[in-house]
């Protein structure tokens, strides 16, 4: 097969670790930690070999065959190191989350922004159109995150849809599947019904759970067959709309953000908070639903500024210097 990757065991393990810590954190792409670490392509053309061919190699028993077409060992490994990379964010980097979330995020924010200077690099002959296509790219990405969430549906049709939608942003540079959901209104109805499922299993769980993670499948094939075709058609004009989509979605990540309107998660009801009171502890009970963007004096407790800067240097020199290393 043409897209085998020869990467390490090791090394697809840790570059699925790190996209399965990412997926666990609201406002960070897995497709972003795939494209810096250099197998993003390679994930594309490994999710578009899921087609008619397959099914012909199963029914023939070619199990050799089978391997080889699916890129085994490639996904294998990357899809254990993420099973552990999503056990490790939940417990790991939720405490960073809670304890230090502005040291994180700022490590996130040099990450994003170094990796979308990486990308534009990757970019052979920047022309016109290209700087039109990445303008295109930031405002439609930054848009996105101003966006207010809507009101979540438990009607079928829309909870499939919203699991084609959310399971793009799985190979999106730039754009949190989790984000998406919350824009769509529908983190409220399939998170909890996801957790009724592995703690209290019922019928209507299983029905909503379903049917989400069907929409999830289309939308995984159809979105990597776009992205790939793309990127072996147009690749200089998808690298600048993808470096816009990166570039533009810095704000979400942006170390110190005041909540602005919030979710109670037990009422469901939507406020606005008290910044006097509110309190980092309180996000057990709520989820922030929108939030602006402000200096360190102006953030509504300890912004940790020093730290901040010092791991967001550090985020943005990661990356530089794993280029470098690469170039060299």
């Given at each position: 097969m043409k897209n085998q990757d020869r990467k390490s065991p090791v090394g697809l393990a840790l570059r699925g670790?790190?996209?399965?810590?990412?997926?666990?954190?609201?406002?960070?792409?897995?497709?972003?930690?795939?494209?810096i670490t250099g197998i993003y392509e390679t994930l594309l053309n490994s999710i578009k070999?899921?087609?008619?061919?397959?099914?012909?190699?199963?029914?023939?028993g070619d199990w050799k065959g089978l391997w080889?077409?699916?890129n085994g060992r490639f996904l294998m490994f990357l899809l254990a190191g993420m099973a552990l990379g999503v056990v490790v964010g939940v417990f790991g980097v939720s405490h960073l989350l809670e304890h230090f979330p502005e040291p994180l995020w700022g490590f996130f924010f040099g990450l994003v922004l170094a990796s979308g200077i990486y990308?534009?690099?990757?970019?052979?002959?920047?022309?016109?159109?290209?700087?039109?296509?990445?303008?295109?790219?930031l405002i439609g990405s930054f848009a996105i995150t101003q966006l207010t969430p809507a009101g979540g549906s438990e009607s079928l049709p829309f909870i499939f849809f919203s699991g084609t939608i959310a399971i793009s942003a799985l190979i999106l540079p730039g754009i949190s599947g989790s984000f998406i959901l919350?824009?769509?209104?529908?983190?409220?109805?399939?998170?909890?019904?996801?957790?009724?499922?592995?703690?209290?299993?019922?019928?209507?769980?299983?029905?909503?759970?379903?049917?989400?993670a069907c929409g999830c499948l289309v939308g995984l094939m159809t979105f990597s067959r776009v992205l790939s075709y793309t990127f072996k058609h147009y690749k200089d004009a998808t690298l600048a709309v993808l470096t816009g989509i990166m570039i533009g979605s810095l704000p979400k990540i942006w170390p110190w953000r005041n909540p602005m309107t919030i979710l109670n998660k037990d009422t469901k009801e939507v406020l606005t908070p008290d910044l006097a009171t509110f309190q980092l502890a309180d996000l057990e009970n709520i989820k922030v639903l929108k939030e602006a963007a402000v200096m360190p004096s102006s953030y509504f407790s300890n912004p940790n500024t020093m730290l901040t800067i010092l791991t967001l240097v550090l985020g943005f020199v990661l990356i530089l210097g794993a280029d470098l290393y690469q170039r060299r």
């Open positions: 670790m790190a996209m399965g810590i990412a997926e666990v954190i609201p406002g960070v792409s897995g497709g972003t930690i795939a494209f070999s899921v087609n008619v061919d397959l099914l012909t190699l199963l029914k023939t080889s077409h699916l990308m534009a690099r990757q970019i052979t002959s920047i022309k016109a159109k290209h700087i039109g296509l990445f303008v295109v790219g919350l824009l769509l209104g529908m983190y409220s109805i399939i998170i909890p019904n996801v957790r009724g499922l592995l703690s209290d299993p019922n019928s209507k769980s299983l029905v909503i759970v379903a049917v989400f």
